[in-house]
């Protein structure tokens, strides 16, 4: 029987594989320092990869990519926090990713609105303002995705209206 351990100290054999590469977006989340800001820019990369592969189809490809991510983030992230004996552990990131890309859903493509996303994201992401902090409180990788998916959707609206009245 697994016990409760710390980030990095987790035995290999009480690891359910699917769910901790999902959950830490390929290990990312044990990348220091700040593991949800390089989950962040996870979901920077991917965004980037269907920005350049489909540009003229990357609302599709940002909608399907937020779907699949927090999906798939959602039963790993119960897992991975019940595998590491923590409700919200550090190293599970895949909410960061969704949030991330769901801060740049319809953004241009343009590296100052990329910029302005990931910072809104992280703001929002850590100050966590109402109703996210209530989303967080949800049990396992629900609440571990949701309060992530709040902070994108600030995020996106904050973004929207800089392009809106062309802050920058």
């Known amino acids: 029987m697994a016990t409760p351990a710390s980030d990095s100290a987790v035995r290999n054999e009480s690891r359910t594989a699917w769910a901790w590469i999902v959950a830490t977006f390929f290990g990312a989340g044990f990348l220091k ?43 790993a992230g119960t897992i991975v926090a019940r ?31 990329v910029l302005a996303s990931f910072i809104l994201f992280r703001g929002f992401d850590i100050l966590k303002p109402p109703p996210a902090r209530q989303l967080e409180r949800l049990p396992g990788g629900t609440g571990i995705m949701l309060d992530d998916v709040a902070a994108g959707l600030y995020a ?10 062309r802050l920058f």
């Open 33 to 75: 320092p700040g593991p949800g800001t390089w989950g962040s820019l996870g979901g920077i990369a991917l965004w980037g990869v269907a920005a350049s592969a489909a540009p003229t189809h990357l609302l599709l490809c940002t909608t399907i990519l937020v779907t699949a991510t927090v999906l798939a983030g959602i039963p």
């Open 83 to 113: 595998e590491s004996g923590r409700k919200d552990p550090g190293h599970v990131v895949i909410d960061e990713v969704a949030g991330q890309v769901i801060a740049l859903v319809a953004v241009p493509i343009r590296w100052k609105y």
């Open 156 to 165: 996106l609206l904050v973004v929207h209206l800089i392009v809106h009245f």
